[in-house]
T-cell receptor, first 113, second 113 residues
Framework: DSGVTQTPKHLITATGQRVTLRCSPRSGDLSVYWYQQSLDQGLQFLIQYYNGEERAKGNILERFSAQQFPDLHSELNLSSLELGDSALYFC????????????FGNGTRLTVT | AQTVTQSQPEMSVQEAETVTLSCTYDTSESDYYLFWYKQPPSRQMILVIRQEAYKQQNATENRFSVNFQKAAKSFSLKISDSQLGDAAMYFCAYRYSNYQLIWGAGTKLIIKP
């Protein structure tokens, strides 16, 4: 158990809809990362937060947004969903230091129909 | 820009044998961190091993060890006494300071019984 909790585990929704994915980092971890992984693909970095502030941005679409709250949990909002958004969305957390590994949640599997 | 290259899309090994997965990276930094993660069919992301660039000694975790060649910018993973449970995608990752990880494309490891 990595200590990172992601909800929900599975999500099925229709095109054009909006969903929110939630992540609770490991206790004490200040950094939260969001990744997208399509079938048989590598990890695509979306965005990183550190102690409530946006730290780095990757290939995140304008239809996607995220935030990290004062209690350090994070939410990823996906709107105007398209079929191509179907993927596994991972949240990871780390303590913040460079040698601190990322600890991953089990992911949210999003299916857009 | 930093990049990570895994030149072997797929590798196979006989159970109980030893296999080495390759990873090279490109960076102009002198102090950084390297990681190997595995992703089994369950699609969890699991940290296998990590290496600090300032350490000359190669990291070891039970049956997993690395061959870190800083001058060659090479970071290979050796798995000894391969087991069926080692079958997974293996991702190499680089990190400078506390920024986001730069990921390789992954190597699929098949274990033959």
């Amino acid at each position: 158990d990595s200590g990172v909790t992601q909800t929900p585990k599975h999500l099925i929704t229709a095109t054009g809809q909006r969903v929110t994915l939630r992540c609770s980092p490991r206790s004490g971890d200040l950094s939260v990362y969001w990744y997208q992984q399509s079938l048989d693909q590598g990890l695509q970095f979306l965005i990183q937060y550190y102690n409530g502030e946006e730290r780095a941005k990757g290939n995140i679409l304008e239809r996607f947004s995220a935030q990290q709250f004062p209690d350090l949990h994070s939410e990823l909002n996906l709107s105007s969903l398209e079929l191509g958004d179907s993927a596994l969305y991972f949240c990871a957390s780390s303590a913040g230091g460079g040698n601190s590994p990322l600890h991953f949640g089990n992911g949210t599997r999003l299916t857009v129909t | 820009a930093q990049t990570v290259t895994q030149s072997q899309p797929e590798m196979s090994v006989q159970e109980a044998e030893t296999v080495t997965l390759s990873c090279t990276y490109d960076t102009s930094e002198s102090d950084y961190y390297l990681f190997w993660y595995k992703q089994p069919p369950s699609r969890q992301m699991i940290l296998v091993i990590r290496q600090e660039a300032y350490k000359q000694q190669n990291a070891t975790e039970n049956r997993f060890s690395v061959n870190f060649q800083k001058a060659a910018k090479s970071f290979s993973l050796k798995i000894s006494d391969s087991q069926l449970g080692d079958a997974a995608m293996y991702f190499c990752a680089y990190r400078y300071s506390n920024y986001q990880l730069i990921w390789g494309a992954g190597t699929k490891l098949i274990i033959k019984p």
